[in-house]
């Protein structure tokens, strides 16, 4: 029986997706025999509210030298980063004789709004790829991964910080006890730790079940947060929803009984407990409509396939690996997946083995249909394919939160 990565109570099973590979593991063909499968399953803790993943391959699997998501790939993302960083510029006041560390600050995307301000900055980047696009940038990063411990070389080598930022990253870490000890010793009295993730509820409402793989340990919810919080001295001062990744939370925190605490926090926690999410039922129900999307998709792309339709997909993202693996799409059903991420070119999609070409060749393809991976991204994307789209009579599919198929 499951125990909680964050109570150590029994944990509740409600979802098993069977055996899955790295999401990120884009491999070439030579290594098909060599990969690398771990059972997902995903459970509900009833006492602290967390939704975690039964099992996880080590960290060195999967955050590496060549780590394959770049986070610079959307402009959008881009934008809202910017705005991240500006936010907390003016909240904690920061200047420069301030410091902002950055928990897995990735190819730099959000970090370098500080650069830019002359406020000194820490960047904890353990894929090493990916960190030396960010200090080809000129931000400071130190590739390794962040803990208690390395929370104790920082503060040695350059004193508390005034913020502590994540995105995208505190769902990922299993080891949450070690984090929020490394975060309390290293925030300032009067600072601030300010992280965004996939949220929960938004993963519930939706069925967006494919936010779940191998890296996405948690799905936090406010209720949640609060809970792991509270263990380490620290408590949630606001709650802001974000549009993000289909819908993610930004929780700020701070020392316990430092900063006034929002409104938000207890309103947002309310809404949780009115769509159930301290209850496994809520959990269930959502397993129910991932079983609905996954008959409805594959019913959708067989008959395609019986009448020699030309499917191909958009965006070779993390999440598609569950949606491939899980639901049994292959390169029968998907022609190829184009992405404009240059190292995933060439190789083939983890578990599935589906071809992933440059984006530049999608044009050429005229395809029939266009099943939309990074859904995530779908005003950005089907704005700039409008025009593409249109003149050629081709169709989106979508699959969140069901199946559709758009003209
Ligand atoms: N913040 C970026 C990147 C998210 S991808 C964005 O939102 O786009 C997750 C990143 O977390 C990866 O770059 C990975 O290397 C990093 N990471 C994973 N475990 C970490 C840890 N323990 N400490 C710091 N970074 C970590
Ligand atoms: P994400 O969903 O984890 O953000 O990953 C998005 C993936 O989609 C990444 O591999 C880059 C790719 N992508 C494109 O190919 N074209 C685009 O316009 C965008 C926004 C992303
Ligand atoms: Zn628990």
């Given at each position: 029986m499951a125990q909680c990565l964050i109570c150590d109570l029994k944990v509740e099973k409600f979802i098993d997706f069977g055996q899955q590979p790295i999401a990120n593991g884009f491999l070439t063909?030579?290594?098909?025999?060599?990969?690398?499968?771990?059972?997902?399953?995903?459970?509900?803790?009833?006492?602290?509210?967390?939704?975690?993943?039964?099992?996880?391959?080590?960290?060195?699997?999967?955050?590496?030298?060549?780590?394959?998501?770049?986070?610079?790939?959307?402009?959008?993302?881009?934008?809202?980063?910017?705005?991240?960083?500006?936010?907390?510029?003016?909240?904690?006041?920061?200047?420069?004789?301030?410091?902002?560390?950055?928990?897995?600050?990735?190819?730099?995307?959000?970090?370098?709004?500080?650069?830019?301000?002359?406020?000194?900055?820490?960047?904890?980047?353990?894929?090493?790829?990916?960190?030396?696009?960010?200090?080809?940038k000129g931000i400071n990063v130190t590739s390794e991964f962040f803990d208690s411990k390395l929370a104790l070389d920082v503060i040695e080598k350059y004193g508390k910080a005034d913020a502590i930022l994540s995105a995208n990253v505190m769902c990922h870490i299993p080891y949450m006890h070690s984090i929020f000890e490394g975060i309390e010793k290293l925030l300032k009295d009067d600072g601030i730790f300010s992280f965004e993730d996939p949220y929960a509820a938004d993963i519930v409402q939706k069925a967006s079940?494919?936010?779940?793989?191998?890296?996405?340990?948690?799905?936090?919810?406010?209720?949640?947060?609060?809970?792991?919080?509270?263990?380490?001295?620290?408590?949630?001062?606001?709650?802001?929803?974000?549009?993000t990744h289909g819908g993610s939370m930004?929780?700020?925190?701070?020392?316990?009984?430092?900063?006034?605490?929002s409104i938000n926090v207890q309103n947002q926690i309310q809404k949780e407990k009115e769509l159930g999410l301290d209850n496994i039922e809520a959990y269930n129900n959502f397993t129910r409509k991932v079983n609905i999307v996954k008959d409805d998709l594959m019913k959708l792309l067989n008959e395609l396939k019986e009448k020699n339709k030309k499917v191909v997909a958009y965006g070779a993202t993390s999440k598609s690996t569950t949606v491939t693996n899980f639901f049994g799409i292959t390169p029968e059903h998907l022609e190829f997946i184009c992405d404009t991420t240059p190292t995933k070119h060439n190789k083939f999609s983890p578990?599935?083995?589906?071809?992933?070409?440059?984006?530049?060749?999608f044009k050429d393809s005229k395809p029939d249909y266009v099943l939309l991976f990074a859904w995530n991204h779908a005003k950005e994307i089907m704005e700039k394919e409008k025009e593409y789209m249109e003149a050629n009579g081709i169709k989106w599919i979508m699959y969140v939160p069901d199946v559709k198929v758009i003209d």
């Amino acid at each position: 029986m499951a125990q909680c990565l964050i109570c150590d109570l029994k944990v509740e099973k409600f979802i098993d997706f069977g055996q899955q590979p790295i999401a990120n593991g884009f491999l070439t063909e030579s290594q098909f025999n060599n990969e690398y499968f771990f059972k997902m399953e995903v459970g509900f803790c009833p006492n602290c509210k967390m939704v975690q993943l039964l099992e996880q391959p080590d960290r060195e699997q999967m955050f590496h030298e060549n780590y394959a998501f770049f986070s610079s790939t959307s402009d959008y993302m881009k934008e809202h980063f910017k705005n991240f960083a500006y936010s907390v510029i003016e909240k904690q006041l920061l200047a420069e004789d301030s410091l902002v560390v950055e928990i897995g600050c990735n190819d730099g995307i959000m970090i370098e709004n500080f650069l830019n301000k002359n406020i000194p900055h820490l960047g904890v980047e353990p894929s090493k790829n990916v960190a030396d696009i960010a200090r080809s940038k000129g931000i400071n990063v130190t590739s390794e991964f962040f803990d208690s411990k390395l929370a104790l070389d920082v503060i040695e080598k350059y004193g508390k910080a005034d913020a502590i930022l994540s995105a995208n990253v505190m769902c990922h870490i299993p080891y949450m006890h070690s984090i929020f000890e490394g975060i309390e010793k290293l925030l300032k009295d009067d600072g601030i730790f300010s992280f965004e993730d996939p949220y929960a509820a938004d993963i519930v409402q939706k069925a967006s079940f494919d936010q779940i793989y191998d890296e996405h340990t948690f799905l936090f919810s406010v209720m949640s947060v609060s809970y792991l919080a509270n263990i380490h001295g620290l408590e949630v001062i606001d709650v802001e929803p974000q549009v993000t990744h289909g819908g993610s939370m930004r929780y700020t925190l701070a020392h316990k009984g430092r900063k006034e605490v929002s409104i938000n926090v207890q309103n947002q926690i309310q809404k949780e407990k009115e769509l159930g999410l301290d209850n496994i039922e809520a959990y269930n129900n959502f397993t129910r409509k991932v079983n609905i999307v996954k008959d409805d998709l594959m019913k959708l792309l067989n008959e395609l396939k019986e009448k020699n339709k030309k499917v191909v997909a958009y965006g070779a993202t993390s999440k598609s690996t569950t949606v491939t693996n899980f639901f049994g799409i292959t390169p029968e059903h998907l022609e190829f997946i184009c992405d404009t991420t240059p190292t995933k070119h060439n190789k083939f999609s983890p578990g599935a083995h589906i071809p992933v070409i440059p984006y530049e060749k999608f044009k050429d393809s005229k395809p029939d249909y266009v099943l939309l991976f990074a859904w995530n991204h779908a005003k950005e994307i089907m704005e700039k394919e409008k025009e593409y789209m249109e003149a050629n009579g081709i169709k989106w599919i979508m699959y969140v939160p069901d199946v559709k198929v758009i003209d």
